[in-house]
Nanobody, 124 residues
């Protein structure tokens, strides 16, 4: 599976950005696709995930109510709408896909296919 992110950039605190991830194919009945991020000097962390089995969504506590994940099956694209951005959201954001996953959707170790990432910088 090939994944390509886009949409990163610079935003001011309180602003918004939308990330996109084009996926070569995702017909995984038991899989998931998700967004992860890694700030300098920190471990990669799960931001949000979308279960392809039942369309359930998952969010890290730090982004609940501010970020929204969505999928356009026709366009084979996943989005992450980010609002009320904060400087601590600054990181490289990656999209990832996993053909079989049943729990811990925000655990990056479970995902096998990754994009190259896109930078998000939020200034205060």
């Amino acid at each position: 599976v090939q994944l390509v992110e886009s949409g990163g950039g610079l935003a001011q605190a309180g602003g918004s950005l939308r990330l996109s991830c084009t996926v070569s194919w995702f017909t995984f009945d038991d899989g998931a696709i998700g967004w992860f991020r890694q700030a300098p000097g920190k471990e990669r962390e799960g931001v949000s995930a979308f279960s392809l089995r039942d369309a359930k969504t998952f969010y890290a506590e730090s982004v609940k109510g501010r970020f929204t994940i969505s999928v356009d099956y026709d366009k084979k694209t996943m989005y992450l709408e980010m609002k009320s951005l904060q400087p601590e959201d600054t990181a490289r954001y990656y999209c990832a896909a996993e053909p079989k996953i049943y729990s811990d959707y925000l655990t990056f170790e479970w995902y096998t296919d990754w994009g190259q990432g896109t930078e998000v910088t939020v200034s205060s």
